[in-house]
């Protein structure tokens, strides 16, 4: 088992639709939760932090935690174009040393048609 | 911006070339982190510096040689790579000591290609 897992894509879906990214992840004792936005030939961008149950609000886009079923969602409303990219979500993982790292999955490709 | 600069932004070179990748970060952070991003593959974390120290190895080849001589700027030194090494290789930095909410900023990346 990937210790992040994003379906790959793409999901195409018409301009105004709702988008929906999961993201699932194999370590109970993550706390922290990313979303990164990476357009082509471009680093990733941080979008959105998550760190408590929940869904997390902002504009056109909300991230939804759920730590009992280890899922991380991204919803974006009324998709827009410029929203095509590919969408990176990354877990936290604490190490032997004490240090935190994030594991990336392999990124939803997201493409919204005019 | 980020705040990560990275250079050069394209780099070619030859199998017996040496080459460095350079990482600066103007954020005040006491980590930093080299990644290889191929194609179809998720981000691979190769080296880890906390306050100057490295903490993670990640099975990266000899031919990778990371250098962190302050907690504000990191290199990669590359010989004898392999064409199979073109990548896009990332910096990032983050602050440690948040308590798990540690965010990492990437820089623009190198675009790697090994003739």
């Known amino acids: 088992q990937k210790e992040v897992e994003q379906n790959s894509g793409p999901l195409s879906v018409p301009e105004g639709a709702i988008a929906s990214l999961n993201c699932t992840y194999s370590d109970r004792g993550s706390q922290s939760f990313f979303w990164y936005r990476q357009y082509s030939g471009k680093s990733p961008e941080l979008i959105m932090s998550i760190y408590s149950n929940g869904d997390k609000e902002d504009g056109r886009f909300t991230a939804q935690l759920n730590k009992a079923s280890q899922y991380v969602s991204r919803l974006i409303r009324d998709s827009q174009p410029s929203d095509s990219a590919t969408y990176l979500c990354?877990?936290?993982?604490?190490?032997?040393?004490?240090?935190?790292?994030?594991?990336f999955g392999t990124g939803t490709r997201l493409l919204v048609s005019p | 911006e980020t705040g990560v600069t990275q250079t050069p932004r394209h780099l070619v070179m030859g199998m017996t070339n040496k080459k460095s990748l350079k990482c600066e970060q103007h954020?005040?952070?006491?980590?930093m982190y080299w990644y290889k991003q191929s194609a179809k593959k998720p981000l691979e974390l190769m080296f880890v510096?906390?306050?100057?120290?490295?903490?993670e190895n990640n099975s990266v080849p000899s031919r990778f040689s990371p250098e962190c001589p302050n907690s504000s700027h990191l290199f990669l030194h590359l010989h004898t790579l392999q064409p199979e090494d073109s990548a896009l290789y990332l910096c990032a930095s983050s602050q440690e000591g948040l308590g798990g909410q540690e965010t990492q900023y990437f820089g623009p990346g190198t675009r790697l290609l090994v003739l």
């Open positions: 954020l005040g952070h006491n980590a």
């Open positions: 990354a877990v936290n993982k604490r190490m032997n040393t004490g240090f935190q790292k994030l594991v």
């Open positions: 510096y906390s306050l100057e120290e490295r903490v």
